[in-house]
C-alpha cells in the first residue's frame, strides 16, 4: 500500500438484517484529493459514510486510515483519529456561541486540577476561532452570537469551521449544501475550495451535479448498495454520471453491481 | 460570484459584541412590579396612602422599608438556595420535583445529630439517638446532611441517565420516598433543641448571606467552567453534546447531585433557623424553587437561563408574595394568584422566543 493514501475500504459491507444496504464497497481516497460519492436515494452513500465515521458497525470489510486498520468504535473515536463529519442534521447546540460550538468537548481550560470545575480559557477559544474562520473564509460577523439565531447557512459553516479549526485528517461533509439557499451554497463551497487549497482531503456527499464537477477530482457512484463507477473528473460528464446513477450504465470492473 | 464570498472580504469578527440580556428585562419587571404595589397603596381605599417599600415610619434614616424588605429577602433565600440548584437542572433538560420532600427528610435526619444534651437542665425531650449522638461537633451534622443529599441526588441523576425514565417521574417517585423517610424517621414526631452552633446557621440574616454567597459560586460556576458549558451544551442539543464526546450521563448524574445536595443544605439552614425539624417541612418548596427558575427566565426546554436570572426571580417571586400580603389580598386567593403569575411568565417568554426566531 502507498503511503499517499488517506482512506481505504475493502469489501466493506452492512446489512441491516435482510437488506443489504452496502455490499463489497473498494473506496480508496489519496492526499489533497476531493472525491465525490453520487448515488439515488437509498444507493449507499448515507450508508458508507456511517461506516466509516464509526456511527454503525460495519457487517464485514476492512478499513484503512494512512495505512493503519481501524475499527472506530463510536464518531468520537473516528474525530479523536481525524476524522472530522458534518452531517445531514448538524450536531450543534443552538443556545451557545460559535466558539462554545467549535470547542464542545474538546474545550481550551485553565486550571485543569479542578475536574469537571475547571476553567474555561474564553480568550484562547475566541482567538483560534477567529481563526479558524479566516482560514477558511468564513463569514459570521457576531461570533458571540447563539447558534439559535444563525441562518442556516452560517450554521452550516460553523459546522464545516470545526474542519479548518482542528486541522483534521480527512473532511467528510454529507449534503452540505442541500438545505442552503444559493447564496449560502456558494459560501459553502468557497469554503470547500479553501480546504482544497489547503489540500486536505475530502469526501463529499452530494446531489448537485453542478457543484460535484464545480468543486471535486473524482467521483465514485453508488448504486443498489455497490460502487458502480469510479470516474476522474476529466473523462467523464453530467450525461455520462446520470446514466451511471439510473442504471443504464455500468463501468467496466464493477459488473455484478448491475 | 467566486470574488463576492471569497475571503472575508474586508469584515472584521466581534469578538465583544452581545445580545441584550434576558436578565435585564426581568429586572425591570421587579421595577414595575414594586412601582404597581405602590400605585396599589395610594389608590385603594383602605390602604390609607401606606407606602410598600419607601415607608420610612419605622427609620427615618433610611429611604426603605427595612423592616420589609429584610422579610421578603430573608423568605427568599432559603428556597432561593434550591433554586440554585433547581436552575442547574433544569438548564440541563431536566426537571427536579424531589428538592421539597428532600428538605424535610435532610433535615429531621440532620437535626438528629444535631442535638444538645440538657434543655433546661434537663434531659433532651426530643432525643432521636442515645447519649453518643448529643453536642456532636458542627461538622458533623453538616456532613450527614450534606452526604444524604449526594446519596439521593446520585440516585435521581443514575435513574434517569442509565435507565432512561423522564426526570418527571424519576424525581416524583423519590418526592414520595424523602417524604415517607422524613414521616418514618420519627414515626412523625419533631426533632428539637440543637446544639448552640448549629443554631447559628440560619440565625438573623445568615440565610441571606449563605444564599448570596452560594449564588455568586454558582454564576461563576455557570459561566466560567466546563461543567457549566456543558449542562448548557446538554440542554441544548443532547445529541450534539454526546457527539461532542461530552459524558452525558456522568454529567447529568453530577447535576442532579449538585441540585440535591444545594436542597439538602436549604434544609440545614432551615431546620437552624427554625431550631426545630418536622417531617412537613419543605411543602410546596420544589414547586416555588421551580418558579423562581422559571419567572428568572430558565426555559424549561432546557439550555438557556442563568443564576442571576434565578436570583432576579426568586426576589419578583418574594416581592408578589410580600406585595399581596401588603395589600391585604386573602391567603386564599394568593396561591391562586402566583399561579396565575406564573404561568403567565412562561406564556411571556414563549412569545418573546418566538418573536425572536421570527426575526432571524
Redesign the interface.
Known amino acids: 500500500m502507498s503511503d499517499d493514501i488517506v482512506l481505504e475500504t475493502r469489501g466493506l459491507t452492512k446489512h441491516y438484517g435482510g437488506v443489504h444496504a452496502l455490499n463489497d464497497a473498494n473506496f480508496t481516497l489519496k492526499k489533497g484529493e476531493h472525491v465525490a460519492i453520487m448515488g439515488d436515494n437509498g444507493a449507499g452513500k448515507s450508508t458508507f459514510v456511517r461506516q466509516i465515521t464509526g456511527v454503525e458497525q460495519r457487517t464485514r470489510g476492512d478499513i484503512f486510515f494512512y495505512g493503519e486498520p481501524v475499527s472506530f468504535g463510536g464518531?468520537?473515536d473516528a474525530?479523536?483519529a481525524g476524522i472530522e463529519t458534518v452531517f445531514q442534521t448538524?450536531?450543534?447546540?443552538?443556545?451557545?456561541d460559535v466558539p462554545?460550538n467549535l470547542f464542545?468537548?474538546?474545550?481550551k481550560?485553565k486550571f485543569d486540577w479542578?475536574g469537571?470545575?475547571?476553567?474555561?480559557d474564553?480568550k484562547a477559544m475566541?482567538k483560534a476561532t477567529?481563526d479558524g474562520?479566516?482560514k477558511t473564509?468564513?463569514?459570521?460577523?457576531?461570533?458571540?452570537?447563539?447558534i439559535?439565531?444563525?441562518?442556516g447557512g452560517q450554521r452550516q459553516c460553523v459546522a464545516i469551521a470545526r474542519t479548518a479549526t482542528f486541522h483534521s485528517r480527512l473532511t467528510i461533509m454529507d449534503e452540505p449544501t442541500a438545505a442552503l439557499g444559493v447564496?449560502e451554497t456558494?459560501?459553502v463551497e468557497?469554503i470547500v475550495r479553501t480546504l482544497k487549497e489547503a489540500g486536505e482531503p475530502l469526501i463529499l456527499v452530494s446531489h448537485n451535479m453542478r457543484q460535484v464537477f464545480d468543486l471535486v477530482d473524482r467521483i465514485v457512484v453508488f448504486r443498489r448498495g455497490r460502487i458502480c463507477a469510479n470516474l476522474r473528473k476529466e473523462d467523464t460528464d453530467g450525461q455520462d454520471v446520470v446514466a451511471y446513477i439510473t442504471g443504464a450504465k455500468t463501468q467496466e470492473g464493477y459488473e455484478d453491481a448491475a | 460570484?467566486?470574488d463576492?464570498?471569497?475571503?472575508?472580504?474586508g469584515?472584521t469578527?466581534?469578538?465583544?459584541?452581545?445580545?441584550w440580556p434576558n436578565e435585564l428585562n426581568i429586572f425591570f419587571a421587579l421595577i414595575l412590579i414594586i412601582f404597581a404595589f405602590e400605585a396599589a397603596g395610594q389608590l385603594l381605599p383602605y390602604m390609607k396612602g401606606q407606602s410598600f417599600l419607601f415607608d420610612t415610619r419605622d427609620r427615618f434614616d433610611s429611604i426603605f422599608n427595612e423592616a420589609r424588605l429584610r422579610i421578603i429577602i430573608l423568605q427568599v433565600a432559603i428556597i432561593g438556595i434550591i433554586a440554585l440548584g433547581v436552575t442547574q437542572v433544569i438548564i440541563s433538560g431536566g426537571i427536579d420535583l424531589s428538592s421539597g420532600p428532600l428538605v424535610g427528610a435532610t433535615a429531621m435526619i440532620v437535626m438528629s445529630f444535631a442535638q444538645t444534651e440538657l434543655v433546661n437542665g434537663g434531659p433532651n425531650p426530643k432525643a432521636v439517638f442515645g447519649d453518643w449522638a448529643f453536642d456532636l461537633p458542627l461538622i458533623i451534622p453538616l456532613i450527614v446532611g450534606l452526604s444524604f443529599g449526594a446519596f439521593i441526588g446520585a440516585i435521581n441523576g443514575s435513574l434517569i441517565a442509565y435507565t432512561r425514565i423522564p426526570p418527571f417521574i424519576a424525581t416524583l417517585g423519590m418526592f414520595l420516598i424523602c417524604r415517607g423517610i422524613a414521616q418514618a424517621w420519627t414515626r412523625g414526631q419533631p426533632v428539637s433543641f440543637p446544639t448552640e452552633s448549629y443554631s447559628l446557621i440560619g440565625k438573623g440574616m445568615m440565610p441571606v448571606y449563605l444564599f448570596i454567597a452560594l449564588a455568586i459560586l454558582f454564576h461563576f460556576?455557570l459561566k466560567?467552567?466546563?461543567?457549566g458549558?456543558?449542562t448548557?451544551?446538554i440542554?441544548?442539543?443532547e445529541?450534539?453534546?454526546r457527539?461532542?464526546?461530552?459524558n452525558v450521563k456522568r454529567?447529568k448524574v453530577?447535576v442532579y447531585m449538585i441540585a440535591s445536595m444545594l436542597a439538602a443544605f436549604a434544609a440545614i439552614v432551615l431546620s437552624s433557623k427554625n431550631l426545630t425539624a418536622q417531617s412537613g417541612m419543605g411543602i410546596f418548596y420544589e414547586l416555588y424553587a421551580i418558579a423562581m427558575a422559571v419567572i428568572g427566565g430558565v426555559s424549561l426546554t432546557g439550555?438557556?437561563g442563568s443564576i442571576i436570572g434565578t436570583v432576579l426571580g426568586a426576589m419578583v417571586f418574594g416581592v408578589i408574595q410580600s406585595g399581596f400580603t401588603y395589600i391585604k389580598l386573602d391567603a386564599f386567593y394568593q396561591l391562586m394568584a402566583m399561579g396565575g403569575i406564573i404561568i403567565g411568565a412562561v406564556v411571556l417568554d414563549k412569545v418573546r422566543q418566538e418573536r425572536?426566531?421570527m426575526r432571524?
Open positions: 464518531p468520537l474525530r479523536e448538524l450536531a450543534l447546540a443552538d443556545d451557545l462554545d464542545l468537548g474538546r474545550e481550560t479542578l469537571p470545575f475547571r476553567l474555561l474564553y475566541r477567529i474562520l479566516e473564509a468564513v463569514k459570521i460577523p457576531n461570533i458571540r452570537n447563539t439559535r439565531n444563525m441562518s447564496q456558494a459560501q468557497n | 460570484m467566486a463576492a464570498t471569497q475571503g472575508t472580504g469584515l469578527f466581534d469578538a465583544r459584541k452581545r445580545a460556576i466560567y467552567t466546563v461543567y458549558k456543558h448548557y451544551a440542554g441544548s442539543n445529541d450534539a453534546a457527539m461532542s464526546g461530552i454529567h453530577l439550555g438557556r425572536a426566531a432571524s
